[in-house]
């Protein structure tokens, strides 16, 4: 009994680890998506720089294919240890187990080798001026277009302030995304009337800051060593239920009072000085002892144990 109630416990405990692991899967995977656009933006802003080594330094781990591939790998992994548990089925808790320590020898293999702290400086923020003369140029619209979203999801002007763009760019005023108010020459017009349209702070210290780390990536950092804690705690449960399971199948008590025979017939009786009828009558003897039984109107029971007593007495075959 103690045994199957600590099967059932670890059963439980293997549950909410599944569910969990499924849970922060899904978790890093949205995160991890979210994070991927901006990334985009930040490297194309600050391609051929020193900001963008120190980007993929920082994120590289993040956003690694590896990184994700095994996120996708433990959605369908923790369903399979989820059936193994509730099944109870050896094999598929050996092909849990082993796909786990696999998977976490990867997670960790994978961390140590892109594991690296961002050298970056203030001073290094300069270098983004570099691409912004190409704004506006035919050839160069996705660029338009990274600057024009950074600068409206970020709330920020320029590289340390929207006068950049007048000294970088033939541009007599910033662009429309600068606005705090977008509308068509909303630029042109806060420009000439009310600077305070404009976003004040540039976009310099936002990518600075982005680099250094942001708090979507402290919760992926967060969320990866969760999951190598989980992975390592569902591993040490899967051990103990599959030496629960083996042992209770190959180490089970024998019936104290015997089994079903191979035609389904009832087990032996054991008489009062522990030997066993059964031992001396065969099914049939013993359903004609009962009839005779039946058929004996003999007023006491001393008449009926004689009878009984005389069909049961071992053949002598001598």
């Excluded at 294919?65 to 240890?81: A, T």
Aim: proline share 4%.
């Amino acid at each position: 009994m103690a045994r199957q109630d600590a099967v059932r416990c670890l059963r439980c405990l293997l549950y909410a680890l599944n569910l969990l692991l499924w849970l922060m899967s899904v978790c890093v995977l949205g995160i991890a998506a979210w994070i991927r656009d901006t990334l985009s933006s930040v490297l194309t802003l600050t391609a051929h720089t020193r900001l963008e080594e120190a980007a993929v330094r920082s994120y590289s781990a993040a956003v690694h294919p590896v990184f994700i591939s095994v996120c996708c790998l433990l959605l369908i992994l923790s369903m399979l240890g989820y059936c193994g548990a509730l099944r109870c089925r050896l094999l598929l808790l050996c092909w849990y187990f082993c796909s786990l320590l696999v998977i976490f020898c990867v997670e960790l293999a994978s961390a140590v080798w892109t594991y690296d702290e961002p050298s970056v400086q203030r001073a290094d923020m300069i270098s983004l001026k570099s691409r912004m003369p190409d704004y506006s140029l035919q050839r160069y619209q996705w660029l338009t277009h990274t600057w024009d979203s950074f600068q409206t999801q970020f709330q920020c002007c320029g590289v340390i302030y929207f006068t950049d763009w007048l000294e970088m760019t033939e541009m007599e005023f910033p662009p429309d995304s600068c606005c705090t108010n977008q509308f068509p020459g909303c630029a042109g017009h806060a420009h000439q009337h009310d600077l305070s349209d404009l976003h004040q702070e540039g976009c310099g210290p936002k990518v600075y800051r982005f680099i250094q780390g942001t708090k979507p990536l402290q919760v992926l950092r967060f969320l990866g060593v969760s999951i190598g804690v989980a992975q390592i705690l569902a591993m040490a449960l899967t051990l103990t239920l599959l030496w629960a399971l083996y042992y209770g199948r190959h180490h089970q008590q024998p019936d104290a009072y015997g089994t079903a025979g191979p035609s389904g017939e009832s087990g032996s009786v054991v008489a009062t000085n522990g030997t066993s009828v059964g031992d001396w009558v065969g099914p049939g003897d013993q359903r004609a002892a009962e009839a005779g039984m039946e058929d004996l109107e003999a007023p006491g029971a001393a008449w009926k144990g004689l009878y009984l007593l005389h069909r049961t007495e071992p053949l002598n075959l001598e």
